[in-house]
């Protein structure tokens, strides 16, 4: 049997030549694209389309989204999934609710190939990247459990964006489409651990985004323990990147700096980081560590206070991540091994 096609994966140009190769006219692939966001859960309740060429749907198409294997929802109100892919695979997702509004955090791969050494998605390596569609359906099914509307992505669930670029930029134009979330490509942050070619190729897309880099340390030797993509992409072609990356878009980066105890959350650290990105224009993102690998402690609030003002004497924005979440386990990847773990028993 020839394989289904997913509707969650195609855009309306794509669903237009659909409904062509069945015998109907282009414009009604935007009526399809119209129902999927517009609460549709099946290809029946597409009643502006023939029974026929209903049918013919069905049979050419799959509607599958993921299914909640298990929800838990914190103190704070943070939601976390643990959905459940077409294949079994199962993946993690966050909705964080703040003034603003309601902020999914979405995995763009099952595992994960980086292998940085803090990171619980590293463990077990990547499993397969995902489709758009898998990551629609992460927003959908969220969107539909929660009776609310999602109005920020940040792409820092399990697994590394850019590994996965081509479905990643396929998913947000979906999301950004007026017909599917009408998610502004401002309302998506990217974060990657440094894949700088694919940092260049991003760039080309000019998109508004927010790309936020993970860095963790400014020294080479260092980064390069707990990151081993920093061999391949050493911290000064990562700063040289990123500055053409800003010279092309004209979008502030955010960096992301978790802090270990001991480890990276000296004043040195703060003042090496500066040097480094000199030639950026850029926001500090500071993340108490959390404590999902054996070695890895917070740092002493003491020491979080004093990293944050070498930043502010600097006249550089820096800013602690309030830690939603944390009686739930939510960092990426605590869940899945959670779920994965149970079924082995
Ligand atoms: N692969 C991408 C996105 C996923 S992780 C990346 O590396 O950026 C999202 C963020 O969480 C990254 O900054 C990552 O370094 C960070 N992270 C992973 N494990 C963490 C942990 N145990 N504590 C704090 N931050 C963590």
Excluded at 13 to 37: C, M, N
Excluded at 115 to 120: D, L, N, P, R, V
Excluded at 173 to 183: K, L, Q
Excluded at 249 to 262: F, P
Aim: charged fraction near 25%; hydrophobic fraction near 40%; proline fraction near 3%.
């Amino acid at each position: 049997m020839a394989k289904l096609l997913d509707v969650y994966s195609m855009t309306i140009e794509e669903l237009s030549q659909l409904a062509q190769s069945l015998g109907e006219k282009a414009y009604r692939g935007k009526q399809i694209f119209k129902w999927l966001y517009g609460g549709a859960t099946t290809f029946c309740d597409m009643t502006d389309l023939s029974k026929k060429f209903r049918e013919a749907l069905a049979s050419a198409c799959t509607m599958h989204l993921p299914t909640i294997e298990r929800k838990q929802v914190a103190k704070d109100g943070t939601v976390k999934y643990a959905f459940r892919l077409a294949d079994g695979e199962v993946i993690e997702s966050v909705v964080m609710s703040y003034r603003h509004g309601n902020t999914i955090c979405v995995s763009t791969q099952a595992g994960c190939n980086m292998g940085c050494s803090f990171c619980a998605s590293a463990v077990g390596g990547k499993t397969r990247d995902l489709t758009a569609g898998e990551m629609i359906g992460q927003i959908m099914v969220a969107e539909r459990d929660l009776s609310c509307r999602i109005g920020n992505v940040v792409l820092m669930g399990m697994g590394e964006p850019l590994d996965n670029l081509e479905q990643v930029l396929k998913f947000m134009a979906i999301s950004n489409d007026e017909n599917g979330f009408c998610i502004g490509y401002r309302h998506f942050t990217l974060s990657t651990c440094g894949l700088c070619d694919k940092m260049n190729m991003l760039a080309e897309h000019k998109l508004p985004i927010t790309l936020s880099v993970s860095v963790h340390s400014p020294f080479d030797e260092e980064r390069s323990e707990m990151m081993p993509v920093n061999k391949k992409f050493p911290l000064a072609t990562l700063a040289k990147t990123l500055e053409h990356y800003q010279a092309v878009t004209g979008r502030r980066i955010s960096l992301e700096y978790a802090l270990i105890r001991d480890k990276n959350d000296s004043p040195a650290h703060a003042k090496a980081l500066m040097k480094l990105f000199g030639g950026l224009s850029y926001h500090v993102n500071v993340i108490p560590v959390n404590e999902a690998r054996e070695g890895f402690l917070k740092s002493h609030q003491a020491n979080i206070h004093r990293f944050l003002e070498c930043f502010e004497k600097a006249g550089i924005p820096a800013t602690t991540r309030r830690e939603l979440g944390a009686d739930i386990s939510a960092a990426c990847g605590q869940l899945r091994h959670q779920v994965q773990k149970e079924k082995e028993l």
